[in-house]
């Protein structure tokens, strides 16, 4: 079946522009996470979606970061006021609802292809 | 297009050769884990889990070992061939905590044919 899918790919813009950045998870998955990875280093936990409400979202780094998921479906990350230092690749995840016992089920979180942005 | 990994721990084997993979992970609370592999200009694609219920997992051509006492993870790949060629990334979580995962810093395997 279909995986997860992000658009755009890739996205160039101006210091201080708006961008938003799209998700549309697995149909039918009800976690809904976003990620961002520098060069060279691991996915960093930005925000996370249980159905339409941002259950966590610690992981932004600032007021200019935003996401929402309405419908509980697709979700758009929107970064305000861009800085050089949001250069990054944005990756969104999503999972099927687990319960959390130990001995049952996989936490495994599915990912999409990334949307590479680059401020300049 | 960028590379993911250019400024990463880099593992060199040759075609045929058995992989092992290290990560050190930071939360002693953690009781999942879950290795994921890389490749240039894809988001990460998941490998094999394991609990912390467990020491050892293997799925195919791969094996996880868990060690609690010293917080390491290895991911071994037997038999390595150039498609297992990517950035390999560990990742962790506290399953009745944050649903976030915590990510470690990657190895790039290249595989020499």
């Known amino acids: 079946g279909a995986g997860v899918s992000q658009t755009p790919s890739n996205k160039v813009t101006e210091k201080g522009k708006y961008v938003e950045l799209r998700c549309d998870p697995i149909?039918?998955?009800?976690?809904l996470y976003w990620y961002r990875q520098s060069l060279g280093q691991g996915p960093e936990f930005l925000i996370y979606?249980?159905?339409?409400?941002?259950?966590?979202d610690s992981g932004l780094p600032n007021d200019r970061f935003f996401a929402v998921r309405p419908e509980g479906s697709v979700s758009t990350l929107k970064i305000q006021r861009t800085e050089r230092g949001d250069s990054a690749v944005y990756l969104c995840?999503?999972?099927?609802?687990?319960?959390?016992?130990?001995?049952?089920?996989?936490?495994?979180?599915?990912f999409g292809p990334g949307t590479r942005l680059t401020v300049t | 297009g960028e590379s993911v990994g250019l400024h990463l721990p880099t593992l060199s084997v040759q075609e045929g050769d058995n992989s092992i993979i290290n990560c050190a992970y930071s939360?002693?609370?953690?009781?999942?884990f879950i290795w994921y592999k890389q490749e240039s200009g894809k988001g990460p694609q998941f490998i094999i889990d394991?609990?912390?219920?467990?020491d050892k997992r293997q799925g195919q051509r791969v094996t996880v070992l868990l060690n609690k006492t010293v917080k390491h993870l290895s991911l071994q790949i037997a038999a390595t061939q150039p498609g297992d060629s990517a950035v390999y990334f560990c990742?962790?979580?506290?399953?009745?905590?944050?649903?976030?995962?915590?990510f470690g810093s990657g190895t790039r395997l290249q595989v020499q044919p």
């Open positions: 995840a999503s999972s099927p609802f687990v319960p959390r016992t130990l001995n049952s089920g996989t936490y495994e979180q599915y």
């Open positions: 939360n002693s609370a953690s009781d999942y």
């Open positions: 979606f249980q159905g339409t409400g941002a259950a966590d």
């Open positions: 990742a962790e979580r506290v399953i009745t905590g944050r649903r976030a995962l915590t």
């Open positions: 394991i609990r912390s219920n467990m």
């Open positions: 149909s039918g998955h009800t976690a």
